[in-house]
């Protein structure tokens, strides 16, 4: 072969092998073709700030989510859209999206460039942060890693705070349906619509999904199990930290917060009628929710209720009567979710402090409370009440959910617990422990978008595990594979196995079953939980 003939060759080959990885980054949605980018390895296709709905604006504040519009040509996927607005947030929220709108759902998927197979697993991913906060844009929650193990990942943004969650009567009035508020949820599951009738053009299986996420992410799985509109788009749930089953981010009653969204509407806006509301710029909206929040000296909560529709009943209850997705569920929670509000406290309970809260709140089981959580000392006080933290915070809630599936859910029950402490970054102390959000960046394999964590080799260790343990769920169920600890299910016949994901991870019987169902006992009646919930506010104990 002539060098000319054989430059001509190589070229050829060159220029056919990027129209082919050109090509690869077009792909056809239902409403126009979107063009992607590769990551730095060549080995994952990104495609970000895709449309799945219309914007939210106008008349459709405050409505379910709409078709979005369809477009002409090719329309850039390589940046990430909007964050919708937000009402609240924590030192650790990074973003890397142009900022924050109410014209914010869009979408974000990462997918092999060279998959194994063919129609692969999808893991649709919901970011926590209190239905207040938060965005699909964050480094720890980058999907890129997850995607080199055969898997298609998806994360959406939802509408949040005012926004998301507003129950007003008019809007019940204006509903076909009869119902108010939830509208985050709805944007959820209008995004898992999107994946049922694109996610085959990306390589990835519309009847193999995955939805999980982490804190309110969690609790907005457990209310998509149990939502009539959600069930039947997707396979398997995985719960980080939360489940709607206990405390103030449970489902209320759509009257009940109808009652105080139109007080609250009247105080922060000076109006109550829909169509003065919709007026209202979102800027000008969000900043009168914030001042009159701080006036008021409470922040005020806006979550899903059970409006009738999306939610026909509470979750507990759905749950209870086994009419929710019945699905494999992963779930659990980090060991020490709430220590860090106990340690750095000032000044911090003693034992005789705590002995005195606790006979407060359950008076005459007050003695066998103290078998569970003992404060014989001051050092065992200042334990115990990091457990009881936790445990009111959102471990509770989780532990009651997992319940409920494994009594009513027909499907396999994974429990865990992330007990492997914090190497401390820029906004935690090493003695927090394993904190609340500790968990999010093992699971998405990027230790390395923390700022300021000094990791260990263990660190790495666990999050490579973390990772095969999620995405094996995803793929078939079971979260089990070659070379990791055995994980079996949680049930009574396996004695309530517990995987616990450490240094070296391993699972054991729940040893803090008798703790559970002492609270299970205390807080699981609407009584009971008034009462508990009236203690935490004169605590101040409420997040």
Known sequence: MTRTLWFALALFTAVTLAAHASDSLVVKTDKGDVRGALTADGQ?????????????????????????????????????????????????????????SEDCLTLNLWTPAHPKQRNLPVMVWIYGGGFRAGGSSEPRQDGEVLAHHDVVIVSMNYRLGIFGFFVHPELVAESPHKASGN????????????????????????????????????LAVSALMASPLAIGHFEKAIGESGGEFYGPLETKSRETQEQADVKFAQGAFGACKLADLRKIPAEELLKKTLDYAKEIHAPFSFGP?????????????????????????????????????????????????????????????????????????????LRSAGDLASDRFIIYSTWRWLEAHVDTGNAPVYRYRFDLGSPGDKHHLAIVGAFHSDDIDYVFGQLDAREGAKWRPEDRKLSSEMVEYWTNFARNGNPNGDGLPQWPTYDAADNWQVMHLDATSEAKPDTQRARYLFLDKEWGNPAAKSEALAQRHEAGDVH
């Open 44 to 100: 994952v296709r990104s495609f970000k700030g895709i449309p799945f709905a219309a914007p939210p604006v106008g008349d459709l504040r405050w409505q379910p989510p709409q078709p979005a519009l369809s477009w002409k040509g090719v329309r850039d996927a390589t940046q990430f859209g909007v964050r919708c607005l937000q009402s609240g947030g924590a030192d650790s929220h990074v973003f890397r999206d142009p900022g924050a």
């Open 183 to 218: 509208y985050g949820l709805m944007d959820m599951s209008a995004a898992m619509d999107w994946v049922q009738k694109n996610i085959a053009n990306f390589g990835g299986e519309p009847h193999n999904v995955t939805i999980f996420g982490q804190s309110a992410g969690s």
């Open 305 to 381: 209720d059970v409006d009738g529709w999306f939610l026909p009943e509470s979750v507990p209850q759905i749950f209870a009567e086994g009419k929710q997705a019945h699905v494999p569920l992963l779930a659990g929670w980090t060991a020490d979710e709430q220590r860090g509000s106990v340690i750095l406290a000032k000044p911090q309970p003693t034992a005789e402090m705590f002995k005195t809260k606790a006979h407060a709140e359950f008076g005459p089981d007050t003695a066998e409370f103290l078998k569970l959580y003992p404060a014989g000392t001051d050092a065992e006080a």
